[in-house]
């Protein structure tokens, strides 16, 4: 079964840092182009970043720039976000996706995400 499991989630204070973690059973993460997309309470789901199967990363929310990075580590079948000098406004369910061509296709595989709260 392809699966995408996201962890690392949970309660942070506002300034604090969390990495996520995007790790895939059943294929390979290296041919695809992974996304982590974000949805808060009320609101429409949001593309955050996006690392391709190169290495090359796309930054969509200027509101995490310098804040936010994404990395791969293929040994590992697994994708990370790092998320630092966290915002109340950083509050959401994170996902991540798979794409097997690039970071503007559809999105094959979705995980079912993971929770950051950040609040003091």
């Known amino acids: 079964q392809l699966q995408l499991v996201e962890s690392g989630g949970g309660l942070v204070q506002p300034g604090g840092s969390l990495r996520l973690s995007c790790a895939a059973s059943?294929?390979?993460?290296?041919?695809?182009?992974i996304g982590w997309f974000r949805q808060a309470p009320g609101k429409e789901r949001e593309a955050v970043l996006c690392?391709?199967?190169?290495?090359?990363?796309?930054t969509y929310l200027a509101s995490v720039e310098g804040r936010f990075y994404i990395s791969r580590d293929n040994a590992k079948n697994t994708v990370y976000l790092q998320m630092n000098v966290l915002k109340p406004e950083d509050t959401a369910v994170y996902s991540c996706?798979?794409?097997?061509?690039?970071?503007?296709?559809?999105?094959?595989?979705w995980g079912k995400g993971t929770l950051v709260t950040v609040s003091s």
């Open positions: 996706a798979a794409d097997s061509i690039s970071c503007t296709g559809g999105m094959d595989y």
């Open positions: 059943g294929f390979t993460l290296d041919g695809f182009a």
């Open positions: 690392i391709s199967s190169s290495g090359g990363t796309t």
